[in-house]
């Protein structure tokens, strides 16, 4: 058995996994001569809720949390969880179709990871996306809408034993609040300061720009808590289209959710692993058209993902999906309807 996400047009093939709510058996089941450790026990509304909320809670559940690509060594942290409503979450297509594919709560919301990843390259330390942040960023009508876990990615960090201070570099795809939250941090009178103060941080000019202009569609993403402290820092290391950040690192514009998003790759011992930000959030936005309301530029998102898509199969890269709340790096293969298809990676 294993995970499995297909993606077409609007060929969505259900997930019988996500369907039965059986998150934990299916990825147990799928792991290389494992016995599934634990089977939920009961299918009611309410336990299958609280098992949601900790699929949420816990982020890259059933990835590896440490592992090598040639010489990168590479650590899966979770940067918090949040919630957001579905609909949005899948722009055009309609809930009997997306709701096949991912867990909903009576409020019409999604469970969502922001998985972070702290990378060892050339003497370098480096940190891909930082989640959303402290909660105190947050307003209580905020808390209500999103319904943020508990952790974020200081937490995540020092249980790793990695020190804050030490950190060189922050690749941040883009700057919404679920990916640049977690770039500033309370400064303990009041004001917020980069949470990694020997940091450049790497972001897209135009990203960068459109965010001090607001130019997007969902309110108040682009927060000034997450901006001005780095612009008055001067810890800002403004990128004009692709470009090696470190040996094995590369970011590469993918635009689409924003005009100037960045997706980083990774390469090292003959494999590459693609981080494709908002392009493609979950292994549920497979399809085309499984785009987000809060895309800036739909068509080129589903253009741009097509073609990532072909590319990655065609190199057999891996695809490390963010904010799936169940599994981070995935292999991807075309079905025999000629629709991409997503296993979760296990190796
Ligand atoms: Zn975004």
């Known amino acids: 058995m294993a995970l499995v996400m297909t993606g077409g047009l609007f060929g969505a093939a259900p997930n ?200 997007a569609v969902m309110t108040g993403t682009y927060r000034r808590e997450n901006l001005e402290p780095l612009e008055r820092a001067g810890v800002l290391a403004l990128a004009d289209g692709d470009a090696e950040i470190a040996p094995g690192i590369r970011v590469r514009v993918l635009a689409g959710h924003t005009r100037h998003q960045q997706g980083v790759v990774l390469c090292g011992g003959g494999e590459t692993i693609v981080q494709p930000a908002d392009l493609m959030p979950t292994s549920a936005h497979v399809g085309l058209r499984f785009n987000m309301s809060y895309d800036l530029l739909p068509f080129e998102n589903m253009v741009n993902k097509g073609n990532l898509l072909k590319e990655a199969e065609a190199g057999r890269w891996k695809l490390l999906l963010g904010q799936d709340p169940r599994h981070a790096l995935w292999r991807i293969e075309t079905d025999s309807g000629g629709r991409h298809v997503l296993r979760a990676s296990v190796d």
């Open 16 to 215: 019988p996994f996500v369907k039965r709510g059986l998150y934990r058996f299916a990825l147990a089941a799928q792991a290389p001569g494992g016995q599934p450790k634990r089977k939920w026990s009961s299918r009611t509304a309410s336990n299958k809720l609280r098992c949601m909320e900790a699929a949420a809670r816990l982020g890259p559940i059933a990835s590896p949390p440490k592992f090598q690509l040639g010489d990168l060594t590479v650590r899966v942290l979770d940067g918090g969880s949040l919630w957001l409503d579905g609909g949005a979450m899948f722009g055009i297509i309609p809930k009997p179709i997306w709701s096949q594919r991912v867990e909903v709560d009576a409020q019409n919301r999604i469970p969502l990871a922001t998985t972070c990843l702290f990378v060892e390259t050339a003497g370098k330390r480096i940190l891909i996306e930082t989640g959303c942040g402290e909660r105190l960023k947050y307003s209580e009508k905020e808390h209500g809408f999103f319904s943020f876990g508990h952790n974020w990615l200081l937490p995540s960090l020092e249980a790793a034993g990695i020190d804050r201070q030490t950190i060189d570099l922050v690749i941040l795809t883009h700057l919404h609040f679920d990916h640049a939250g977690g770039a500033t941090m309370s400064d303990g009178r009041g004001g917020f300061m980069p949470t990694f103060p020997r940091a450049k941080y790497v972001v897209q000019r135009g990203e960068w720009q459109d965010a001090i202009d607001g130019h």
